[in-house]
């Protein structure tokens, strides 16, 4: 029973295209994130979500675009991508918000650009 | 700014002793607190989270809490070899749907 899946697991691709990264839980959370973590291990938040509203944009570059379909899933388009956006994206979810919900993650997406 | 501070390590430490794992935090609205286990090429692993001054176990971990000195620790006894991985120390703030706070984690190695 995967809780929090996210497709693919690996991405290859070129600098200048366009890509998208999905995640879904079946946990029934209404609060769902993206994480970045670089090649130094440091895990950062990007966005998160509750019921498909966006509450936190960490100063990420407009090239990235969340979009929540429904409360069980989170998609992240990156555009025009650059060489720095090379990491693991994490997708997690909560119960919800406060500070009792631990987030839970899923297995990760690897991006490398070429 | 938030910030987490761990020492990245590595901290060997030998089967069966106890591993102390540290952290320490600059954002003294931080309401509760997160130890995640993370082996390589692998997701964070929820471990346990604290919200009180305090220790609070759990099986061979404890975690303790002291918000007036902005530290927070984890305790692994009688450590085993697969308990080596890298374990994060993250903190959340509130006000919303908010993020976690990480520190860059602390790599133990428990030698056999």
């Known amino acids: 029973d995967t809780a929090v899946s996210q497709t693919p697991k690996y991405l290859v691709t070129q600098m200048g295209n366009d890509k998208s990264i999905k995640c879904e839980q079946n946990?029934?959370?209404?609060?769902m994130y993206w994480y970045k973590q670089d090649s130094k291990k440091f895990l950062k938040i990007m966005f998160s979500?509750?019921?498909?509203?966006?509450?936190i944009n960490e100063t990420v570059p407009n090239r990235f675009s969340p979009k929540s379909p429904d409360k069980a899933h989170l998609n992240l388009h990156i555009n025009s991508l650059e060489l720095g956006d090379s990491a693991v994206y994490f997708c997690a979810s909560s119960l919800g918000t406060g500070w009792t919900q631990p987030q839970h993650f899923g297995d990760g997406t690897r991006l490398s650009i070429l | 700014q938030k910030e987490v501070e761990q020492n990245s390590g590595p901290l060997s430490v030998p089967e069966g002793a106890i591993a102390s794992l540290n952290c320490t935090y600059s954002?003294?609205?931080?309401?509760?607190f997160f130890w995640y286990r993370q082996y390589s090429g692998k997701s964070p692993e929820l471990i346990m989270f604290?919200?009180?001054?305090g220790d609070k176990e759990d099986g061979r971990f404890t975690a303790q809490l002291n918000k007036a000195s902005q530290y927070v620790s984890l305790l692994i006894r009688d450590s085993q070899p697969s308990d080596s991985a890298t374990y994060l120390c993250?903190?959340?703030?509130?006000?919303?749907?908010?993020?976690?706070?990480f520190g860059k984690g602390t790599h133990l190695i428990i030698q056999p």
């Open positions: 993250a903190s959340y703030s509130g006000g919303g749907a908010d993020g976690l706070t």
């Open positions: 954002d003294r609205g931080s309401q509760s």
């Open positions: 604290i919200y009180s001054n």
């Open positions: 946990l029934g959370h209404d609060t």
């Open positions: 979500y509750n019921n498909k509203e966006l509450i």
